[in-house]
């Protein structure tokens, strides 16, 4: 008589299926665990478990718990440039930020639970603070691009850096609000980018003025201005001879 396989026993723990996005699915678990436990509580092994992968296939797509809050804002990224659209195109840079900014909070939702419990940890670390930045860094001269706001002139890296600094500020107020309408952090967001405006309008003033003495500076700093110096030296010590044959240009 054939043998019947054995059943699973009820104190065995079942395996559960590997996602179709591996990357995805290790941050999700990830966000899973930090709804429910301290940050420090995590070990990678639960990360595995949870996210129905071995621990080395986890080695292989991300090496620490940080560089997967990195993976959370690269989905978030996706999510956020997936749904872009040129409706605001023609509206003033507040308010496609605006957009942009909430746009953005709705894609950090469903990962709301988790992320007020690893905020306040993360603060307390300045090494993971930096490295955070980077990335946010990264992450937000793309969604000013998407947004049709310059990234790459002069000014370019204080607008990404203003605008990180801004999203953090928001975020702030949007972890401590559960009002379906989000009122409190459609209130701050309206203060912070009214901030941000008056700022860039101080800063943007500041470079149109001082760009004749940036101008002197490159200059000088090319040496141009030396040698052309000593070719009038020259030119005075000539003019200063007894010559018949010197004649000024023409």
């Not at 478990?49 to 296939?57: P, Q, R, V």
């Not at 998407?146 to 204080?158: F, H, N, P, R």
């Not at 949007?174 to 405006?197: I, Q």
């Amino acid at each position: 008589m054939a043998r019947k396989p054995a059943s699973a026993s009820p104190a065995e723990p079942v395996a559960k299926a590997a996602p179709a996005d591996p990357r995805k699915g290790a941050v999700e678990a990830l966000m899973r665990l930090a709804a429910s436990r301290p940050w420090d509580q995590i070990e990678l092994g639960d990360i595995a478990t949870e996210a129905g992968i071995s621990l080395a296939a986890l080695r292989g797509l991300f090496p620490s718990k940080l560089a997967m809050l990195g993976g959370l804002t690269r989905i978030v990224d996706d999510a956020v440039m997936a749904g872009a659209s040129d409706d605001l195109a023609a509206e003033p840079a507040r308010e496609r930020m605006f957009d942009l900014v909430m746009r953005r909070l709705d894609a950090l939702a469903p990962y709301k639970e988790g992320l007020r419990r690893i905020m306040p940890v993360v603060k307390r670390d300045p090494l993971t603070l930096a490295a955070l930045n980077r990335g946010a860094v990264n992450s937000w001269r793309y969604m000013l691009a998407s947004a049709g706001i310059a990234t790459e002139d002069a000014l370019g890296s204080v607008r990404v850096q203003g605008a990180v600094l801004l999203m953090a500020r928001v975020t702030e107020t949007w972890l401590d609000d559960n009002e379906p309408e989000m009122s409190k952090t459609m209130a701050r967001l309206d203060r912070e980018l009214k901030t941000a405006g008056r700022i860039m309008a101080r800063v943007e003033d500041v470079h149109r003025l001082t760009a004749p003495l940036r101008g002197l500076a490159r200059a000088l700093c090319s040496g141009r201005r030396p040698h052309i110096r000593r070719r009038e030296r020259a030119d005075e010590r000539y003019r200063g001879e007894d010559r018949d044959d010197y004649a000024p240009a023409i």
